[in-house]
């Protein structure tokens, strides 16, 4: 099961990583990203789900937690930017910049799920 949470923990950054380059490719070339984009964001979301139970079934199993940083970074701190990203987006006059709301949001997710991939692999 850790093998797997460690595994998740690689996919969830390396998509946020994804989903931030692509943002920033949009917005050099001035166009919406298309649907794959929003799908993208959806799968991260659940992914990100998908990790906070694997990760609350290893603790249940007494496998240690690495620090409590670990968990603000790979689930609190998350959850806070990916609500406020929706409130925002939800706000905006022009539907058509949420796209720009979820690119800073995903420039900052991918920086704390790296951090929390950092410390619950051991670095400093």
Known sequence: MATVHKFIGFVIVGGWGLLFLWSLFAFIIKR?????????IAALQVVLILQLGAGLTLLSLGKKLPSLLHLAYGSVFPLIVLVVAHVVARNLDDERD??????????????LTLRALTTGLGMP
């Open 32 to 40: 919406e990203p298309n649907q794959w984009f929003w799908r993208l």
């Open 98 to 111: 949420s796209w720009k709301v979820f690119a800073i949001a995903s420039f900052f997710l991918f920086g």
